[in-house]
């Protein structure tokens, strides 16, 4: 098998909760897997974890220069957070066809916000007959009015086709180290199929200017009938994409029934999906491993049991020395804060950490500590220090 280090942990079955993210464990494996390593649950955390506030249904943050956080709610909230936890709702906001996996998505600051004080969103918007699709917009944001409020927003991406059902909107973004290009994951939709199909951009990562027009330098800009917004493909549900300290685009991704993904994204490749993957569908129809297509690009970790992964971050912060360079991924189904250690454009998972709770994002602060939001209804956000 190419490059798969293969991360067994506990078999933990649970169900996907009212949210409809993929979520639920097997205890099964396909046929073929190898270079299989047991990783136990850590039960001594080298952490203290601190309650900074609680939200209702949160799915992403991010920081301000001044250290005061950016929370967005799923329902269609934007919250700006102070470090003791105070909340001032953001208005402005679009709004979100709110259901399933849909609603409020992504928020990032533009690379140049300390100038121009953009703030980049995704969320899902409604189509016809009873359609919906996520889409990315900027708008600036204003704080020196009484309230804080988001101005002269303007849609700059949509997924396309707009299709039926609530899941696998993905719709994370993330803007290059040098702050020229915006990438953005966009899951197949539960349609299987549209992660191959290049006149969609379903199942892909697309690279884009960070006005929305696409560069001359991508991959199929001139192969007729593709998408010249399209980066890679053959994705499914893109839950987190980051680059780490050498400039290296990363996502993960939701397998089916298991076969979680951590990839290292290339110009122009096409990781598979549906046409292979490290797990099964749901119903137990069998999918090829990547060893069998090796024309596929194989992820450089995979999971089974699942983890449910969401959100992603390289830690490069000073207070935990130690993690420098390791990647965090929440973990939804496994409850769990994962780091993943590399070796040139090798990984594998190091460390598990219970958390108690499904976690939805990861993200460092100014001040090097790690910050987690649990999924769902109430919540929380939790600073991660050094235990003393």
Same mark, same amino acid.
């Given at each position: 098998?190419?490059?798969?280090?293969?991360?067994?942990?506990?078999?933990?079955?649970?169900?996907?909760?009212? %949210?409809?993210?993929?979520?639920?464990?097997?205890?099964? #494996?396909?046929?073929?897997?190898?270079? @299989?390593?047991?990783?136990?649950?850590?039960?001594?955390?080298?952490?203290?974890? $601190?309650? &900074?506030?609680?939200?209702?249904?949160?799915?992403?943050?991010?920081?301000?220069?001044?250290?005061?956080?950016?929370?967005?709610?799923?329902?269609?909230?934007?919250?700006?957070?102070?470090?003791?936890? +105070? +909340?001032?709702?953001?208005?402005?906001?679009?709004?979100?066809?709110?259901?399933?996996?849909?609603?409020?998505?992504?928020?990032?600051?533009?690379?140049?916000?300390? #100038?121009? +004080?953009?703030?980049?969103?995704?969320?899902?918007?409604?189509?016809?007959?009873?359609?919906?699709?996520?889409? =990315?917009?900027?708008?600036?944001?204003?704080?020196?009015?009484?309230?804080?409020?988001?101005?002269?927003?303007? $849609? &700059?991406?949509?997924? @396309?086709?707009? =299709?039926?059902?609530?899941?696998?909107?993905?719709?994370? &973004?993330?803007?290059?180290?040098?702050?020229?290009?915006?990438?953005?994951?966009?899951?197949?939709?539960?349609?299987?199929?549209?992660?191959?199909?290049?006149?969609?951009?379903?199942? @892909?990562?697309?690279?884009?200017?960070?006005? !929305?027009?696409?560069?001359?330098?991508?991959?199929?800009?001139?192969?007729?009938?593709?998408?010249?917004?399209?980066?890679?493909?053959?994705?499914?549900?893109?839950?987190?994409?980051?680059?780490?300290?050498?400039?290296?685009?990363? %996502?993960?991704?939701?397998?089916?029934?298991?076969?979680?993904?951590?990839?290292? =994204?290339?110009?122009?490749? %096409?990781?598979?999906?549906?046409?292979?993957?490290?797990?099964?569908?749901?119903?137990?129809?069998?999918?090829?491993?990547?060893?069998?297509?090796?024309?596929?690009?194989?992820?450089?970790?995979?999971?089974?049991?699942?983890?449910?992964?969401?959100?992603?971050?390289?830690?490069?912060?000073?207070?935990?020395?130690?993690?420098? !360079?390791?990647?965090?991924?929440?973990?939804?189904?496994?409850?769990?804060?994962?780091?993943?250690?590399?070796?040139?454009?090798?990984? +594998?998972?190091?460390?598990?950490?219970?958390?108690?709770?499904?976690?939805?994002?990861?993200?460092?602060?100014?001040?090097?500590?790690?910050? =987690?939001?649990?999924?769902?209804?109430?919540?929380?956000?939790?600073?991660? #220090?050094?235990?003393?």
């Amino acid at each position: 098998m190419r490059n798969i280090g293969l991360s067994l942990s506990i078999a933990i079955f649970v169900v996907a909760c009212s %949210n409809g993210d993929d979520a639920r464990a097997s205890g099964s #494996t396909s046929e073929g897997m190898q270079a @299989k390593t047991d990783i136990s649950p850590v039960d001594r955390k080298p952490f203290e974890s $601190t309650e &900074i506030a609680s939200f209702d249904e949160p799915w992403a943050m991010t920081f301000l220069p001044d250290g005061r956080m950016l929370v967005s709610e799923k329902a269609g909230k934007l919250q700006l957070v102070d470090a003791k936890g +105070k +909340k001032t709702e953001v208005s402005g906001v679009p709004e979100v066809d709110y259901g399933g996996q849909g609603g409020f998505g992504d928020v990032v600051l533009s690379p140049d916000f300390a #100038t121009s +004080k953009m703030v980049y969103l995704s969320w899902v918007e409604a189509g016809d007959k009873d359609t919906r699709g996520a889409v =990315v917009g900027r708008a600036k944001l204003d704080l020196d009015g009484e309230k804080p409020a988001l101005k002269n927003l303007e $849609t &700059i991406w949509t997924q @396309k086709p707009k =299709v039926t059902g609530r899941g696998h909107f993905s719709h994370r &973004i993330a803007f290059s180290p040098d702050g020229e290009y915006l990438f953005i994951g966009s899951g197949e939709r539960q349609k299987f199929d549209p992660a191959q199909d290049m006149s969609a951009n379903l199942g @892909k990562i697309v690279r884009l200017y960070p006005d !929305g027009t696409v560069p001359k330098d991508n991959p199929f800009v001139d192969r007729e009938g593709a998408l010249p917004e399209i980066w890679s493909l053959g994705h499914r549900n893109i839950l987190g994409i980051a680059f780490d300290s050498e400039g290296r685009l990363w %996502n993960q991704e939701m397998g089916p029934k298991a076969g979680d993904e951590l990839n290292l =994204v290339q110009r122009g490749a %096409n990781y598979g999906y549906p046409f292979v993957s490290e797990g099964d569908h749901y119903d137990g129809k069998k999918i090829p491993n990547h060893d069998t297509r090796p024309e596929f690009e194989a992820p450089k970790v995979a999971w089974v049991p699942t983890i449910a992964p969401s959100g992603l971050i390289f830690y490069s912060g000073d207070i935990f020395p130690a993690w420098k !360079g390791s990647a965090f991924i929440g973990g939804l189904a496994s409850q769990a804060l994962i780091r993943v250690s590399f070796d040139g454009d090798t990984a +594998k998972e190091a460390e598990r950490f219970l958390m108690g709770e499904r976690i939805r994002e990861v993200e460092q602060g100014p001040d090097g500590a790690i910050y =987690v939001l649990e999924d769902g209804k109430d919540g929380r956000l939790l600073k991660l #220090t050094p235990t003393k």
